[in-house]
């Protein structure tokens, strides 16, 4: 069974480096994992994806040049290492999972989200 717990948003000023942390349960090599945000009033968005056995990586263009995702070496934790937070990042971010193979195709598992706010 999969389980995904994120931790580490917060409220932060623009500008800002933020870390967010998912650990994750019943992931296995053949997954993707990645995150999507959600700003009040807008749809789900793609953040980045990684592919948890050989680290392949995707990003948005809105965050490619100021977001990093990575997972641990012991692949139990999703990162997103946030630089540069814009005030237009303001969401609720979700840790995603799926056995898939295209690191932009619909994710099955879902988090429950972490509130990030970027103050002007």
């Known amino acids: 069974q999969v389980q995904l717990v994120e931790s580490g948003g917060g409220l932060v000023q623009t500008g800002a480096s933020l870390r967010l942390s998912c650990a994750a349960s019943?992931?296995?090599?053949?997954?993707?994992m990645g995150w999507f945000r959600q700003a009040p009033g807008k749809e789900r968005e793609f953040v980045a994806a990684?592919?948890?056995?050989?680290?392949?990586?995707a990003y948005s263009d809105v965050v490619k040049d100021r977001f990093t995702i990575a997972r641990n070496n012991a692949k139990t934790t999703l990162y997103l290492h946030m630089n540069s937070l814009k005030p237009e990042d303001t969401a609720v971010y979700y840790c995603?999972?799926?056995?898939?193979?295209?690191?932009?195709?619909?994710?099955?598992?879902w988090g429950q989200g972490t509130q990030v706010t970027v103050s002007s």
């Open positions: 990684i592919s948890w056995a050989v680290g392949v990586t």
């Open positions: 019943g992931i296995f090599d053949g997954y993707n």
């Open positions: 995603v999972a799926e056995a898939a193979s295209g690191l932009r195709a619909p994710y099955r598992y």
